[in-house]
């Protein structure tokens, strides 16, 4: 049981290129977030979806986009990179009963744009 | 808006010390609770949680009860080691579904020396 992946672990960007951040759960959960984790910050909620065809805005959602065609995969997808977006990336999920579920985290990716 | 407070680190203990942790929290109607911690390289991992009012959560000696009068959620451990070093993280789902995530605060690092 993988549980919730992530890929790729680091990538560094150019200004102004484009990417997509991999996510994959594998525990048949309804919800799925992304956050970002600046340096001595909490994370911060940039977009999550309730189920498949279902997204919704986070706290933090300006220069990203996001998609849930499958219940599995919630890729995040960068346009246009700036180094305002240089951050850790973490992807989440839990079952979606109520709001005592717990979150499951992947591992992260690192982001560097320069 | 919802919002977490959390003491400010790092915090630095002699292995077999009493730690204490202080969350306080602002939020509407009735959230749940969690304490989270990420080792270094990792994701976030959850500690403990508590759903309603008088709750106490607990796991590997930590201890953490859900205080509404004083809208606090602190951590204890009475006897620190130092596979403890870690960042902990205070977090809340406001009441209802869960759907729009967590809101955290902005993490404790935690330094346990031998």
């Known amino acids: 049981n993988a549980g919730v992946t992530q890929t790729p672990k680091f990538r560094i960007l150019k200004i102004g290129q484009s990417m997509t951040l991999q996510c994959t759960q594998d525990m048949n959960h309804n919800y799925m977030y992304w956050y970002r984790q600046d340096p001595g910050m909490g994370l911060k909620l940039i977009y999550y979806?309730?189920?498949?065809?279902?997204?919704d805005k986070g706290e933090v959602p300006n220069g990203y986009n996001v998609s849930r065609s499958t219940t599995e995969d919630f890729p995040l997808r960068l346009e246009l990179a700036a180094p305002s977006q240089t951050s850790v990336y973490f992807c989440?999920?839990?079952?979606?009963?109520?709001?005592?579920?717990?979150?499951?985290f992947g591992p992260g990716t690192r982001l560097t744009v320069l | 808006g919802d919002s977490v407070t959390q003491m400010e680190g790092p915090v630095t203990l002699s292995e077999e010390a009493f730690l204490t942790i202080n969350c306080t929290y602002t939020a509407t109607g009735y959230p749940s609770l969690f304490w989270y911690v990420q080792y270094p390289g990792e994701g976030l991992q959850l500690l403990l949680k508590a759903t309603k009012a008088d709750d106490k959560g607990s796991n590997k000696g930590f201890e953490a009860t859900y205080r509404k009068e004083t809208t606090s959620f602190h951590l204890e451990k009475g006897s620190v080691q130092v596979s403890d070093s870690a960042v902990y993280f205070c977090?809340?789902?406001?009441?209802?579904?869960?759907?729009?995530?967590?809101?955290f605060g902005k993490g404790t690092h935690l330094i346990i020396q031998p």
């Open positions: 989440a999920s839990s079952p979606g009963r109520d709001g005592g579920d717990t979150q499951y």
């Open positions: 979806s309730v189920g498949a065809g279902i997204t």
């Open positions: 977090a809340l789902s406001a009441s209802g579904g869960g759907a729009d995530g967590l809101t």
